[in-house]
């Protein structure tokens, strides 16, 4: 069938709720979110060719529901549109999203709206690099500069970065371009893993976890801290027993505590040659990460965060307040691609280091392209840099992420890798894939269809 206009056209838009049972073993947990259930918001796009584009958002579990919801709040906008429209004029289209004259009051580019969007353009990017027949990470590195910065919306932006200074970015970005290519497509993307640093773990389950994680080459870990410190210096203890003092050790507080508490724990713990502190206090507090920032700095630890900064504006302001060192996007946080391409120019601008966040249900699978294109076609460099890894249903997905050696490698099919297997929607459809339905009638889960 030949791609004539009518044959581009987005003729139906489904969304589902996908959860997975992570917490009956602790998978995920962490001082803020003790008992999560990783799922998604699956978008489906259909062509008319009947080609379809995938696309997810991140959740714990409960409240999936309501994301769901959004996206199909969106999809009037999406329905009927002819997809090289959208690629002409994506800064565009996506503004168009985002700012719905009446949608947008329940945002405005925040919260559950935005994760909505993001799930609707993530299925928009990998839709592109099927239809070019590129892995998405290659479609971004393969446009010119004036396309990839025509998919961009730099409203509120300017005061840091234009878009003439953008295009002159990945201007110079194209020096080097094909032999870091060559060198990604040999040896993939280095990568930490958080695998073995989940709070609701066991002692044993630690140990066993980075022993493992070493055996496959892992050099970087990362674990959960925040709840107790006497716990968390035991854990440490047990984590630099196990790994030893020449690999490298973050930590990860996911939110829980006050500025000065913060600053206090982690003077407690710094002698654990700690590289960084994730997420130390509110996601909202830029002035407050500065703060911590400012008083770890004279012992050599750095702060991380990002993965809930909710748009391009915050990730803004926490780079001119130099809150952070280690810029954390995350694939379906903010608004898709297009968002998260404004927050990796900014920081190539200002010089601070991206190293994602990944983890839940496709942020693995997702947040590959995005750093590998950062290396191929903007910053240039990996040097201390890494993608979080972390082995959570990456089995459910069709085209699931490849680590090999503690290196992501390049994703060699076309589109976003965020395909999921029909298998994996039917079993764990909530509430009515077959696995839930099981897991309802031995009482393990509530049936949220039954009244209490």
């Known amino acids: 069938m030949s791609l004539t206009t009518e044959n581009i056209k987005i003729v139906s838009f489904d969304v589902k709720d996908i959860r997975f049972p992570t917490s009956l073993e602790s998978h995920g947990s962490d001082a803020m979110h003790t008992d999560p259930d990783y799922s998604c918001a699956y978008v489906t796009l259909k062509l008319k060719t009947g080609l379809e584009g995938h696309g997810l958002t991140f959740t714990c579990g409960r409240g999936?529901?309501?994301?769901?919801?959004?996206?199909?709040?969106?999809?009037?906008?999406?329905?009927?549109?002819?997809?090289?429209?959208?690629?002409?004029?994506?800064?565009?289209?996506?503004?168009?999203?985002?700012?719905?004259?009446?949608?947008?009051?329940?945002?405005?580019?925040?919260?559950?709206?935005?994760?909505?969007?993001?799930?609707?353009?993530?299925?928009?990017?990998?839709?592109?690099?099927?239809?070019?027949?590129?892995?998405?990470?290659?479609?971004?590195?393969?446009?010119?500069?004036?396309?990839?910065?025509?998919?961009?919306?730099?409203?509120?932006?300017?005061?840091?970065?234009?878009?003439?200074?953008?295009?002159?970015?990945?201007?110079?970005?194209?020096?080097?371009?094909?032999?870091?290519?060559?060198?990604?497509?040999?040896?993939?993307?280095?990568?930490?893993?958080?695998?073995?640093?989940?709070?609701?773990?066991?002692?044993?389950?630690?140990?066993?976890?980075?022993?493992?994680?070493?055996?496959?080459?892992?050099?970087?870990?990362?674990?959960?801290?925040?709840?107790?410190?006497?716990?968390?210096?035991?854990?440490?203890?047990?984590i630099r027993n196990t790994i030893g003092w020449d690999r490298i050790l973050m930590v990860d507080a996911n939110q829980v505590w006050e500025v000065q508490e913060a600053i206090d724990w982690m003077k407690q713990l710094s002698h654990f040659k700690i590289l960084w502190i994730e997420e130390p206090t509110s996601p909202d507090d830029v002035l407050g990460h500065a703060e911590i920032a400012k008083a770890l700095k004279p012992l050599g630890i750095g702060v991380a965060t990002g993965e809930m900064c909710c748009n391009r504006v915050l990730f803004k302001q926490f780079l001119q307040a130099n809150a952070l060192e280690y810029c954390q996007i995350d694939s379906a946080r903010i608004g898709g691609v297009n968002e998260i391409l404004s927050v990796y120019l900014m920081c190539k601008k200002l010089g601070v280091k991206v190293c994602p966040h990944a983890g839940g249900v496709g942020l693995c699978e997702m947040v590959q392209h995005l750093q590998m294109w950062d290396f191929v076609a903007l910053s240039g460099t990996s040097d201390g840099k890494f993608i979080e890894y972390v082995d959570q249903q990456h089995e459910h997905f069709v085209n699931p992420t490849i680590v090999e050696n503690a290196c992501y490698m390049a994703p060699r099919t076309p589109g976003y890798n965020t395909t999921l297997k029909p298998e994996a929607v039917s079993k764990y459809e909530f509430p009515n894939g077959s696995e839930w339905e099981d897991m309802f009638a031995k009482g393990i889960f509530r049936d949220p269809r039954k009244r209490k």
Not at 74 to 99: C, E, H, P
Not at 176 to 191: F, S
Not at 218 to 238: C, P, S, Y
Request: with cysteine; net charge negative.
């Open 64 to 238: 999936t529901e309501i994301v769901v919801e959004a996206c199909r709040s969106l999809s009037d906008l999406v329905v009927g549109q002819v997809v090289s429209d959208i690629y002409k004029d994506f800064a565009g289209f996506w503004r168009s999203l985002t700012s719905e004259s009446q949608i947008r009051w329940v945002g405005p580019e925040k919260g559950v709206t935005h994760l909505a969007t993001a799930a609707i353009i993530n299925a928009l990017w990998d839709l592109w690099g099927k239809l070019l027949k590129k892995p998405v990470w290659q479609l971004l590195a393969d446009l010119e500069p004036e396309q990839l910065v025509s998919t961009i919306d730099f409203r509120y932006l300017s005061n840091v970065i234009t878009k003439e200074e953008a295009i002159e970015l990945l201007r110079k970005g194209r020096v080097g371009k094909e032999e870091r290519m060559n060198h990604l497509l040999a040896l993939g993307y280095p990568a930490y893993t958080t695998q073995a640093g989940w709070l609701g773990y066991s002692d044993e389950t630690i140990f066993e976890q980075a022993n493992k994680y070493m055996d496959l080459g892992f050099t970087a870990f990362k674990v959960k801290v925040g709840k107790n410190l006497f716990q968390d210096i035991k854990r440490l203890e047990l």
